[in-house]
C-alpha cells in the first residue's frame, strides 16, 4: 500500500494543525494505521494507532488528549487532528499501516508496520 501524507507546516504553539494519510494500493480496511513522529537526533517515536475498523484507538503517553486519530475507510485515508501545539512537538510525522491482526498496544510498536508513508514536517513556534 501507498501512502502520501500531507497537512504538515509551521504554526504557533497553541495552535492546531490536521494532518492527513491518503492510502491506495491495496484494501485499506485491511490495515490498522499509526502515526509516528522523529525529531532530528532522536528515535522514532509512537504518537497515535487505531484499529482498521476505526473502532479502538491508542495514544503515545506524551499525547495527553492534545491528538485525536480518526479513519474513513470510504475514502482511504486516516487523520491525525492534533491540538494545542507544543515546540517539542516539532517533528517530521510519518504515518504507517500494519496488519489487522496487530493487536492493540503493539500498535506503538514500529515494527508492526509494513509500510510508511514519507512523511510530513510539522514545526511549532514560541
Known amino acids: 500500500v501507498q501512502l502520501v501524507e500531507s497537512g504538515g507546516g509551521l504554526v504557533q504553539a497553541g495552535g492546531s494543525l490536521r494532518l492527513s494519510c491518503a492510502a491506495s494500493?491495496?484494501?485499506?480496511?485491511?490495515?490498522?494505521m499509526g502515526w509516528f513522529r522523529q525529531a532530528p537526533g532522536q528515535e522514532r517515536e509512537f504518537v497515535a494507532g487505531?484499529?482498521?475498523?476505526?473502532?479502538?484507538?491508542y495514544y503515545g503517553t506524551f499525547v495527553r488528549g492534545r491528538f485525536t486519530i480518526s479513519r474513513d475507510n470510504a475514502r482511504d485515508t486516516v487523520w491525525l487532528q492534533m491540538n494545542s501545539l507544543k515546540p517539542e512537538d516539532t517533528a517530521a510525522y510519518y504515518c504507517?499501516?500494519?496488519?489487522?491482526?496487530?493487536?492493540?498496544?503493539?500498535?506503538?510498536?514500529?515494527?508492526?508496520?509494513?509500510?510508511w508513508g514519507q512523511g510530513t514536517q510539522v514545526t511549532v513556534s514560541s
Open positions: 504507517a499501516a500494519a496488519p489487522r491482526t496487530t493487536i492493540l498496544s503493539e500498535l506503538q510498536n514500529s515494527k508492526q508496520y509494513d509500510y
Open positions: 494500493g491495496r484494501t485499506f480496511r485491511s490495515y490498522n
Open positions: 487505531i484499529r482498521w475498523n476505526g473502532g479502538s484507538t
